[in-house]
Nanobody
Framework: QVQLAESGGGWVQPGGSLRLTCVVS????????MAWYRQETGRERERVAA???????RYADSVKGRFTISRDNAKNTLYLQMDSLKPEDTAVYYC???????????????WGRGTLVNVSA
């Protein structure tokens, strides 16, 4: 069974930094696209950063230049480095495993349970 476990969330002052970690088990992690999503109370979940199996990255405009997504395939781990945090970054952040690079896919994707990031003075 595939499991995703996020960690690293917490409280931080505006302008501060946090690094989120997602450890994936039960998956051929290295072949899958991965992403970080966030959901603020009362709003829809949005994708903030994504990384392909080849290491190509994409970011939401709201976090571009401040957040960095990376992966360590040897450790089955996904990271999100968050710098220059703003109060509007406050949300629950979720790790997501999406489609593999291969043509064939069973159509299943997976989510972590989330980790809360609270940016406030």
């Amino acid at each position: 069974q595939v499991q995703l476990a996020e960690s690293g969330g917490g409280w931080v002052q505006p302008g501060g930094s946090l690094r989120l970690t997602c450890v994936v088990s039960g998956s051929r992690f290295e072949i899958y696209s991965m992403a970080w999503y966030r959901q603020e109370t009362g709003r829809e979940r949005e994708r903030v950063a994504a990384i392909t199996s080849l290491g190509d990255t994409r970011y939401a405009d709201s976090v571009k230049g401040r957040f960095t997504i990376s992966r360590d395939n040897a450790k089955n781990t996904l990271y999100l480095q968050m710098d220059s945090l703003k109060p509007e970054d406050t949300a629950v952040y979720y790790c997501h495993q999406g489609p593999p690079a291969a043509d064939s896919w069973d159509g299943k994707d997976y989510w972590g349970r989330g980790t809360l990031v609270n940016v406030s003075a």
